[in-house]
């Protein structure tokens, strides 16, 4: 098939681009800039996917039998998108995130209090609010994720895309080399500086939530993508079962032979910089079922090989540290009010 690839030089769509090459599609990525990195064999189209119709006779010379939007970020991009998508009689699979479930809301504080039963299925409560992250955190969030919109709304997404027709893929925690958000490093720093021990809140090292490696994720999207049965169908992919944060962080740990021990703290004694703001008695425990039996999604490489992998870039790749991230004698004194 003919693929397009919206946003396709990234964390998430170079690994795609590779495993749809090797399934013989050929494919064009449509983005900002020429990218010397990007591979030989591929069609690139410059362009702003904030005007993506400005842009059809292009599109239309490519002729993609599928887009895959990988930074669909507001309703107006999304009817942008669906519009050129009708013109060019392709179909659509567009990246979500598990932030859309009222679980999600739930755990910011933006839902009211009552828990939500897991696990969360694509059929679970969708979120009511959908301002689910204030400004200031949203302009953090644009200074990691550059496709990022100040209307940033994937239930507006998800609903211009349903509605003619086009797949949802719900994405979990990605990790994995070249991790934007370096999710690993705090546990590796802390490994690498010698530190006997690790704290966490007790809350947030018993709470649940979806990860996938970012090869396994590009696999899954790839299938969406292959399989005209997925046309109108929203898909949850994730890793099963979905450890605790104390349990995860304990599997990196152990890939570095670390010999120190993982404490959970009480919150009311924990440090304030390891403190995680939200309600972490609504877990994020999420299935795949659907997937894995209407697609035949596996994981190809398994969580301790994921882990190996991601560990082995992060420690070549460090982000800068913020000192305030790692107060040492804050947590030396937490741990000793708890001997006292």
């Not at 842009?55 to 599928?66: C, G, I, K, S």
């Not at 859309?100 to 979120?127: F, H, I, K």
């Not at 998800?158 to 994405?171: A, D, I, Y």
């Amino acid at each position: 098939m003919r693929i397009l690839l919206i946003g396709g030089n990234g964390f998430i769509g170079s690994p795609l681009m590779r495993e749809l090459q090797a399934s013989r599609h050929e494919v064009a990525i449509f983005h900002r800039g020429a990218d010397a990195t990007s591979a030989s064999n591929t069609t690139q189209i410059s362009g702003d996917r904030n005007r993506l119709p400005d842009f059809l006779d292009q599109l239309r010379q490519f002729a993609p039998d599928v887009i895959v939007d990988l930074i669909l970020s507001s309703g107006e991009q999304a009817r942008q998108l669906m519009d050129v998508a009708k013109k060019l009689a392709c179909r659509v699979v567009a990246l979500s995130s598990m932030d859309v479930y009222r679980a999600w809301g739930v755990c910011q504080n933006s839902e009211g209090p009552e828990l939500e039963a897991l696990p969360l299925t694509e059929d679970a409560r969708l979120r009511t609010s959908r301002s689910l992250y204030p400004p200031d955190k949203v302009k953090m969030m644009q200074g990691i994720f550059s496709w990022l919109t100040d209307e940033y709304d994937k239930i507006a997404v998800e609903e211009e895309v349903r509605s003619f027709n086009g797949t949802v893929v719900r994405l979990p925690m990605v990790y994995g080399p070249g991790d934007p958000l370096h999710r690993f490093f705090p546990v590796l720093k802390r490994c690498g500086d010698g530190r006997p021990f690790i704290l966490l809140p007790d809350d947030f090292a018993a709470w649940r939530s979806p990860r996938g490696y970012v090869d396994n994720v590009a696999h899954a999207i790839a299938l969406a993508c292959a399989s005209e049965k997925s046309a109108g169908h929203t898909y949850n992919v994730c890793e099963e079962p979905c450890l605790s944060e104390l349990e995860w962080q304990t599997r990196i740990a152990k890939q570095v032979d670390w010999p120190g021990k993982l404490i959970a703290i009480p919150k009311n004694l924990a440090p304030e910089h390891i403190v995680v703001p939200g309600n972490a008695n609504q877990h994020m425990v999420v299935s795949s079922a659907r997937i894995r039996s209407e697609l035949g999604y596996a994981e190809g490489i398994g969580v301790d090989e994921a882990i190996r992998q991601t560990t082995n870039w992060e420690q070549q790749n460090p982000p800068a540290v913020k000192q305030e991230q790692f107060d040492y004698a804050a947590e030396d004194a937490a741990v000793a009010s708890l001997q006292e």
